[in-house]
């Protein structure tokens, strides 16, 4: 198993019963990912890490959310599609954060609206959507 792959699964063992991820395993794995010299091709299998677990906390933002953000300008097409795949708690978030930095406003600000409209969506997740969408049309 390559180290991003070990590293994931480390994350993914520390949820607990609280859907909270462990901050020290997180920031132990994203430093060894680093160490291993992965960049933005571990982004994707990261915001699928978020997508096995929506409701989950990974910290706000934590060191997961830092290392996919240093790749600015690479990551927001591989996080839009996370989000539109299945939105989580941080993805939408994220999201928001994009907004909040002038990246493809109007795109963004439309898979949120999309979110708020879907059955499949956690109500929690839908909320924090409706959220944002209210914060960003007050701004």
Known sequence: MEILEQEIAKIEASIDEYDEADTLIMYDS??????????????????????????AYFGDPGAIVHFIEQFDGEYENALAASVKRTPTSTTVWMLNRCINAGARTEEFMDILKEITGRADVDKGI?????????FQANR
């Open 126 to 134: 839908k909320e924090s959507a409706q959220e944002y969408l209210d």
């Open 30 to 55: 994203i430093d060894a990912i680093t160490n291993a010299g992965y960049q933005s091709e571990a982004v994707e299998p990261l915001l699928q890490l978020f997508e096995r677990h929506p409701v």
